[in-house]
């Protein structure tokens, strides 16, 4: 295991309990957005008391609103510079620079807790995947870094990196990967069109949504299951072993699993985003439009399994409450600023 994994499991733990007890809210682009101008607006708009009542649930530390990157690579998507600004200092305060892994972390920790045959495996998995933002945003950068210093200053560093406040990473996005950008909707539409007639049920297009995404984290079980090793042997697969391996073996039996339908809640990234960008396809009179699904679909696929709150767009708020990911995740969703009105209200 890399000493990057390592401090952040281990640091992970610490986070959670620091916030244990407050009400976990996440919000998406949208709501840090209304947050932002209605503690700007000085009539008695329903976004200026959204605002006003998410202040006062904070400063009484009932709730925190943990951020990701997603959140933050949105965020940075804003032309005007005061307004960006703005936004960041607000997700810095509320946050309190906590948030939750990025897809390729938090899959590790998933199937590593699905992997084990632990009986508090969801506990654990909730205590794993928290960190500082700094660190997530720069995981790849600071994973490569750390490694070249001597063991007695490793900590020390990642220290350092995690108190670095959010407001500062807008002026250093050269040290950090971003979301590769907008769809691409019209290779997006033709292949919508094309493969029309393949998936016959919901389920079939869940399926071949669900192999897709599997696909991209082959790499993830195959380290997970080499650490595993090692921590039992004492030992690393060599590469004959690795060789005579088939890589997709776990591909294969997570699929399998969730067509036998033996998986519900236990590895919430190949639920979530098969479940909502299936939805997506099997509406045949709906059209990508505006580039961002891919990001629109990362933001459930944190907050649900981790966050007691999720507020949204209104057609994700659809999608998620028609295939009840809300109720599998216990996760509250909303979209109406009216509705989350009430839902803060009742805090």
Known sequence: MRFIDKYISENSIDIYAAIAGRKIIYLDLKYWIILRDGLAQEQDTIARKVAHKIIELYESRKCIFPVSEAVFWEILKQ???TSLIKTFQLAERLSEGVAILSDQQRVKIEFACWYSTNTDDLLVLEKLVWSK???ISGY?????????????LKGDFLDFVCQMPMSTLIDHTEYLIPFSGKDNIDEMNRNKEKYSNENKSKKAMFLSELWGVLDCFTDQFNEVVADVYQKTTGFRPTEKELANTDKTAWQKLIYQAFKLEKITNQLPTFKIIPALAGAMRWNTNRKYTDGNDTIDIMHPTIALPYCDYFFTEKELHTLITQDKLDEIFQCITESRPECVLERLNQL
């Open 79 to 81: 032309e005007d510079k």
């Open 133 to 135: 933002l700094p660190l």
């Open 140 to 152: 790849f950068f600071y994973s490569s870094k750390v490694e070249e210093l001597p063991d007695n």
